[in-house]
């Protein structure tokens, strides 16, 4: 089943890239399996926020969690290399990649529904706390539980294409055997203190200190407005892109 999954998410990205009234491209998708029943899903109301959901509370026969990682080409992450500016292209990435994962979702539920498995995912408009700039279902961690692989000090995930690209995930009833998680760290600030670019890259300087995600809101709604004939463009990108692991995992190995 685990492979038909796959086949699913792969051929939805692969029609997609074929539409030529989209302008991304995206590179062969990242997918694994997560254990609803993980305990580290119940650590998400102290690590991500005090209202993170359970699986349970998106299905409650919850068995397992399928998430997946659409990497961008390269030249869509190389477009928003350098400078103080959102660039076009990356703008319209984060919002075709928007429908992309919607349309994914879509078919993932679909197959699964028809195959007799239940199976869900969390409404977007029950997601974000705009009061506190938290999700209540971080496609983030959630990721990182599935072992798609582990955070960098810019807050993302770092996988093994990168972190330049988009996080989706739906819930289902039908068990499948959990991805083995990543046992060493792809971030090189986290491996030997090799790097830092994205801390240097962020111009408000958000992740000095942590992360002030408030800072780094700011930014976002001006680049919304900036690209407001796109649509909902609310994105940046500048801690992703130009570092050793905007498209590759830099690290040698797992040991």
């Not at 990356?90 to 007799?116: C, H, P, Q, V």
């Not at 986290?190 to 000095?208: E, Q, R, Y």
Request: hydrophobic share 35%.
């Amino acid at each position: 089943m685990k492979s038909d999954i796959e086949k699913v998410i792969h051929d939805a990205v692969r029609e997609f890239n074929k539409n030529e009234d989209i302008s991304t491209r995206w590179k062969k998708p990242l997918v694994a399996f997560a254990d609803a029943a993980d305990p580290m899903f119940k650590m998400l109301k102290q690590v991500a926020d005090p209202d993170h959901y359970e699986p349970f509370d998106i299905d409650p026969d919850a068995k397992s969690v399928i998430a997946y990682f659409l990497p961008f080409e390269n030249w869509v992450v190389d477009s928003n290399a350098g400078g103080t500016e959102c660039s076009r292209e990356w703008a319209m990435a984060y919002i075709e990649t928007n429908i992309l994962i919607s349309e994914i979702n879509d078919r993932l539920i679909k197959f699964l529904n028809d195959s007799g498995w239940r199976t869900g995912k969390l409404p977007k408009e029950l997601n974000m706390n705009y009061d506190t700039l938290k999700s209540v279902w971080s496609n983030r961690h959630v990721s990182y539980i599935a072992g798609l692989g582990t955070f960098g000090i810019n807050n993302m995930l770092i996988t093994e294409n990168g972190c330049c690209g988009r996080l989706g995930n739906v819930v289902t009833s039908l068990h499948l055997d959990p991805t083995k998680r990543p046992d060493r760290e792809y971030c090189l600030k986290k491996l030997d203190d090799s790097c830092g670019i994205c801390v240097d890259n962020c111009m408000v300087g958000a992740l000095d200190n942590g992360f002030d995600r408030f800072g780094c809101n700011e930014v976002l709604k001006v680049n919304a407005t900036g690209f407001g004939e796109l649509g909902e463009a609310k994105c940046c990108g500048k801690c992703l892109t130009g570092l050793p692991c905007s498209t590759i995992k830099p690290v040698a190995q797992s040991v």
